[in-house]
């Protein structure tokens, strides 16, 4: 694919913030009948997929449909990857449903109410979507990267099986059961003598013509062709009023409205927790998605820039009544696949959409539920097979607990307190794996002299005489000074004699806090008062300038050197 036209320099002023000013003015017209394909391909995925998903979210089926006449514009203007599919996804549906019974709950307010669970639901939306754009203005593209992959792999393992587990009782036309995943399993089991196997025999039909329509033809959007014929056998043989076949029913037709929930600002506030929890699982899916697509044709996303825009398409959706907005596999895999050079496809697809929502939305009243369900539950299904744990267990068993904690935590409690669990897994294995910090003892290297590296990885490196060379491999701080300290002390007492000299390579180094400071001046007086002369190599200025206490000058002061030759030359003539 060729590369979008060059720019002159980076944007700045407006374009910085609205991409679309910088790219759309250079866009070549070659692209036009690509986007507009893959446009309408994106459509014909994203339609029954968001009306399926605002289900799964607890929300009439308009609001997904709405969600898209916002994201698909929204995100055009205001994002910087070309193939990113940004609207309601599986993941941010389940999340925002137990965001906001979570959040109804702790507000007293009347559940069984649909309007005030729709105005909590765009109320929740819009503190997200609030979040996101902060987040971007902060310029906090990096938090994702608190988000380990295997956590993130078993937590949405966890979510697709909630989720399919969730639709069965649509499948079977059976009452919608309650509790955890294995629960609504036990009871809909108990429910099967009373299940309705017309509408079994319409989502199962679905569900395999889902499966089977790919495998004659990847253009085909089979979405929307199980979508209409789902319809059009309901209208034929009036499923609902002969077989007793749940439909979706009427659905209101035109634009959105644009209106604040009404919501009392101390709920407001009481959603702003999970809202975080649901921003850093949702961007860090979508970032993930939009930089595999960036690297597999050469462009550069901007991470800050992504939240803003995510935040902007949020906060509009909010307000329009919508669902969560995120960037999602299965849509920008499609409208990838179907060709798409730019977010001009995007374009065309929200071109669409606000005829659906004009004009089409009769159409849909006779759609079986079951047909949502098969649609959820198809699209779901690729989450489930993508992340195998049992590769990840073959290839960092020592991770797969964290991967195994957040998938239990979805099934065996609920996929609000799951996500939380696996958020902090994910801290936990930060702060584990830099508390383990590893200690190189270094030897000197055959060939030309002045090369030193890791005796454990380079046996055929000679340890030097009398001097022991160590190189803390991370960052020094509070968390990990002791297992460092402790490591070196025991290369020392490794050694057949204790060593006459002990270097230090800080090269790795460009701060240290207060603990790993006083633990350093402690660990060299420790090792003066033995008889080894402690030197430093690789010594950075900041290092002096944090110093304020003054403890490291003393030790600083005639032993440090600006190479390790020079140190090892500088030991073995002392010696």
């Known amino acids: 694919m060729n590369a979008q036209p060059a720019q002159s320099g980076p944007p700045t002023g407006i374009r910085r913030y609205v991409p679309i000013l910088a790219w759309l003015p250079l866009y070549d017209r070659s692209w036009l009948t690509f986007d507009v394909i893959a446009g309408l391909t994106l459509w014909g995925l994203v339609v029954p997929e968001s009306m399926a998903y605002a289900g799964l979210a607890g929300l009439p089926p308009q609001a997904g449909l709405y969600t898209l006449v916002v994201a698909l514009l929204v995100y055009a203007l205001f994002g910087t990857s070309r193939h990113l599919s940004v609207g309601p996804t599986s993941a941010t549906a389940v999340l925002l449903a137990s965001s906001v019974a979570a959040a109804v709950a702790v507000a007293a307010a009347d559940v069984s109410d649909p309007k005030t669970y729709v105005t909590y639901a765009s109320a929740f939306v819009l503190v997200v979507g609030v979040l996101f754009l902060v987040a971007g203005f902060a310029k906090l593209g990096f938090i994702t990267q608190f988000l380990s992959k295997p956590v993130m792999d078993g937590f949405v393992t966890g979510l697709a099986i909630y989720v399919a587990v969730g639709q069965l009782y649509k499948l079977f036309g059976v009452e919608k059961p309650s509790g955890n995943v294995l629960e609504k399993l036990v009871k809909i089991i108990q429910e099967l003598p009373t299940a309705n ?17 790919p495998r004659l033809s990847k253009r085909l959007p089979s979405g929307l062709v199980v979508l209409f014929a789902g319809i059009g056998l309901s209208t034929l043989l009036d499923l609902n009023g002969k077989y007793g076949v749940e439909v979706v029913g009427p659905l209101p037709a035109g634009l959105p409205s644009i209106s604040i929930p009404t919501v009392p600002l101390t709920d407001y506030l009481a959603m702003i927790l999970p809202a975080i929890a649901v921003v850093l699982v949702a961007f860090s899916e979508a970032l993930g998605v939009a930089q ?10 901007d991470a800050d820039q992504e939240l803003v825009a995510h935040g902007a398409t949020n906060i509009v959706s909010g307000l329009a009544g919508g669902m969560i907005a995120a960037g999602g596999m299965s849509g920008s895999a499609v409208k990838e696949g179907a060709g798409a050079r730019s977010q001009v496809t995007n374009m065309v697809a929200w071109a669409v959409t606000i005829i659906t929502v004009l004009f089409l939305t009769p159409l849909f009243t006779s759609l079986p539920e079951a047909v949502l369900a098969a649609l959820i539950i198809h699209a779901v299904w690729h989450l489930i097979v993508a992340r195998k744990l049992a590769t990840l267990r073959d290839q960092a068993p020592h991770e797969v607990a964290f991967a195994v904690v957040a ?5 065996l409690i609920d996929v609000l307190e799951g996500m939380i669990i696996g958020l902090l897994a994910s801290l936990l294995f930060v702060v584990y794996r830099s508390s383990r910090s590893h200690v190189s003892s270094l030897g000197r290297a055959p060939g030309p002299t002045g090369t030193y590296s890791d ?12 001097v022991l060379i160590v190189r803390p491999d991370e960052t020094l701080y509070y968390a990990n000074w002791r297992s460092v300290r402790d490591s070196i002390k025991s290369l020392v007492d490794d050694m057949p004699t204790p060593p006459m000299a002990v270097v230090f390579d800080l090269s790795s180094q460009y701060e240290l806090d207060y603990t790993s400071t006083v633990g350093l001046e402690a660990l060299v007086r420790e090792l003066e008062a033995s008889g080894s002369d402690v030197l430093f190599v690789g010594l950075h200025a900041p290092i002096l300038r944090q110093d304020k206490s003054g403890l490291l000058a003393p030790i600083f002061e005639g032993h440090t050197f600006q190479t390790m030759d020079e140190a090892v030359r500088h030991a073995e003539g002392a010696m």
Do not use: D, Q, S
């Open 455 to 466: 005796l454990r990885w380079h046996p055929e490196n000679t340890p030097v005489p009398g």
């Open 292 to 301: 595999e697509f960036a690297e597999k044709h050469g462009y550069e996303v």
């Open 407 to 411: 998938l239990l935590g979805v099934l």
């Open 197 to 213: 196997w017309t509408t079994f025999a319409i989502g199962a039909g679905a569900l395999a013509l889902l499966f089977i329509l």
